[in-house]
């Protein structure tokens, strides 16, 4: 069974930086590709960002593009979001997905497990 762990989520100032984690447990992590979500409230879960297994190929929403930049370490299981030039409008819920496949992913079901999500307040 697949769990997803995030962690790192905080309040920050609008400019400001900060870097998401996410643990997966289970042996798949390596064969999967992984990808960042985020939910502000009221509003639908969105798409931020997918990095494939190997790390090589990632891919962004327009809105993040040059802001925020994925990777991961598949020795320790983990993938991590560095968000940088942080504005209000980043304000919301950041959730952690695996996906059985390897290919990127940018919809919602494209991803099998999900994490609990963290949340990430950037103030004006």
């Known amino acids: 069974q697949v769990q997803l762990v995030e962690s790192g989520g905080g309040l920050v100032q609008a400019g400001g930086s900060l870097r998401l984690s996410c643990a997966a447990s289970?042996?798949?992590?390596?064969?999967?590709?992984m990808g960042w979500f985020r939910q502000a409230l009221g509003k639908e879960r969105e798409f931020v960002a997918a990095?494939?297994?190997?790390?090589?190929?990632?891919y962004y929403a327009d809105s993040v593009k040059g802001r925020f930049t994925i990777s991961r370490d598949n020795a320790k299981n983990t993938v991590f979001l560095q968000m940088n030039s942080l504005k209000p409008g980043d304000t919301a819920v950041y959730y952690c997905?695996?996906?059985?496949?390897?290919?990127?992913?940018?919809?919602?079901?494209?991803?099998?497990?999900w994490g609990q999500g963290t949340q990430v307040t950037v103030s004006s």
């Open positions: 289970g042996r798949t992590f390596s064969s999967s590709a």
């Open positions: 997905a695996q996906r059985r496949g390897y290919g990127l992913g940018n919809r919602f079901n494209d991803y099998d497990y």
């Open positions: 990095i494939t297994r190997s790390g090589i190929s990632t």
